[in-house]
């Protein structure tokens, strides 16, 4: 594009990222690339256990008494694609295609969050004419399925006055603080019958055609949850026919809200033809219901075979009550800041495990006492439920240092540059700053980056323009950080 100028390089190195798998927990290949990067350039590298790189270059003549600065990014993405999509994450490159100012990838996720940041780090890395102070660059691995990289960081590992997160995805926004949150697993015993005599027919419904998109950053548009949808209409199919559960299925990430479900059920063919109209009559009340936040719902049934074995009747019930009383979307909202969610959660991922059906729960919250009260009700929902529940990957929230002397530099800088004034937001998302606070307690933090729409879904789509902006103000603050 010819707005892009500066920002040139940028977009080639995340080309080269793109060409290799790094999805959450397949990381060595992009972990070395970065490792490799930095040797060619003569510079002080550290690769640790978990796949982290800390990069350390030293301060531009002049600017060696300047505060020391941190660049922070994470390297993994979110991998999703249409359901339609052939396209293979261990080993299939990612598509950049360009379209006017945008560019997107080919019915996949792009990966722009957090790789645009990432590339602009190691483009700044190269550039012999960026001045800085002292500057440390730290590539975290395994983000999106629960910061495991920012939890190994032990203290001393990385250092400096000021830290500067590429994670934000919203031109001329800066977050100041951010969610902390936790898992809840419920694990319902997988118990299985044989299909009774007179269910002579099977049928699978899908829910599907929903937008899905990033739990935190978009469980304010409240759009469906299609575990819970295609809860909801089993339960009503339930109590008109006799019918059994053979699966169920539905959400691929933990931060990710569930864009399909399917379900398949033994029914008597006498049935059929009453459940259908029934589900096509549902389809319509759910479109009503979500014209706004998903007017793409739909419900797909399809005659299968009949089932041979089905769910025993504990487990179905025990699985349909638990998701259908369960909380999704908003919780609560914050009296303190405003249009900011406070507490939300996510019914993410529903899927058969050897001996459970497992129900994969995302909560987030800015407040910890909002963050207790809603883990220990779905905890104590399992429990009445006489099933069993755990709690993990528990991280902390990044609360606000307001007046910090980074984040007035920062949005004088920025105001000075643009038109469009800085937001200083918080964000009801998991950004790593709330964990690297635990080792860098007294490294002042902000974050921002360039517009990305739709993370965490194969329509996700990174603003160039807004790439070149970013980075150019990122070149102009490491020089004029005091």
């Known amino acids: 594009m010819e707005t892009i100028v500066q920002a040139k390089r940028v977009l080639e190195i995340f080309k080269e990222m793109s060409q290799i798998p790094r999805e959450s927990g397949n990381e060595k290949g992009i972990s070395d690339y970065i490792v490799n990067f930095a ?31 941190i660049l922070q990014g994470h390297i993994d993405m979110v991998c999703v694609k249409d359901h339609d999509s052939n396209h293979d994450f261990s080993k299939d490159p990612i598509a950049n295609i360009i379209e006017g100012e945008w560019m997107r990838a080919d019915h996949t996720t792009l990966g722009a969050d957090n790789g645009m940041g990432a590339a602009m780090m190691l483009a700044i890395l190269e550039d012999e004419s960026q001045q800085h102070g002292p500057m440390q660059l730290l590539f975290t691995t395994n983000e999106e399925t629960g910061m495991d990289g920012a939890f190994a960081l032990k203290e001393g590992q990385v250092t400096g006055d000021y830290l500067i997160n590429l994670d934000t995805e919203v031109e001329h926004d800066f977050t100041v603080s951010c969610a902390g949150g936790c898992h809840v697993h ?52 339930q109590q008109q026919y006799p019918v059994s559960l053979a699966s169920f299925e539905g959400g691929v990430k933990h931060n990710a809200i569930p864009s399909k479900s399917v379900a398949v059920l033994s029914v ?12 096509a009559y549902q389809e319509k009340q759910y479109q009503h219901e979500y014209e706004i936040a998903d007017p793409g719902l739909k419900f797909v049934v399809e005659d299968v075979a009949t089932p041979e074995v089905v769910y025993a009747d504990d487990t179905t019930e025990a699985l349909i009550t638990y998701i259908y009383l369960a909380q999704d979307g908003v919780h609560s909202v914050s009296k303190s800041i405003p249009n900011l969610v406070e507490t939300s959660n996510n019914i993410a991922i529903v899927r058969e495990n050897a001996h459970t059906l497992e129900i994969l729960i995302s909560i987030r919250s800015s407040n910890s006492n909002s963050l207790e009260f809603l883990a220990k ?32 530099q920062a949005i004088s800088l920025h105001n000075e540059m643009f038109e469009t004034p800085a937001n200083v937001n918080a964000v009801h998302a998991g950004l790593e700053c709330g964990l690297l606070k635990g080792i860098l307690p007294n490294t002042q933090m902000i974050s921002f980056g360039p517009t990305i729409v739709s993370p965490h879904t194969p329509t996700e789509r990174v603003h160039l323009p807004s790439v070149e902006n970013v980075y150019i103000y990122l070149k102009a603050l490491l020089e004029k950080l005091q």
């Open 268 to 279: 008597r063919s006498e049935d059929v033809a009453a459940i259908k109209a029934l589900l």
């Open 39 to 69: 040797k060619n350039l003569g510079l002080e590298v550290h690769q640790d256990e978990i796949l982290n790189v800390v990069v350390k270059k030293a301060a531009s003549p002049g600017y060696e008494n300047r505060p020391s600065i």
């Open 377 to 408: 009700k779905m905890m104590l929902l399992a429990k009445a439920l006489g099933v069993s529940a755990e709690r993990t990957g528990g991280y902390p929230a990044w609360e606000y240092d307001k007046g910090s002397k980074l984040e007035e």
């Open 186 to 237: 419920v694990n319902i015993p997988l118990l299985r019958d044989n299909n009774q005599p007179g269910y002579d027919a099977g049928l699978s419904i899908t829910v599907t055609g929903l937008k899905g998109g990033h739990s935190g950053i978009e469980i304010n548009e409240q759009r469906a949850n299609s575990n819970q949808v295609l809860t909801r209409v089993l339960y009503d199919i």
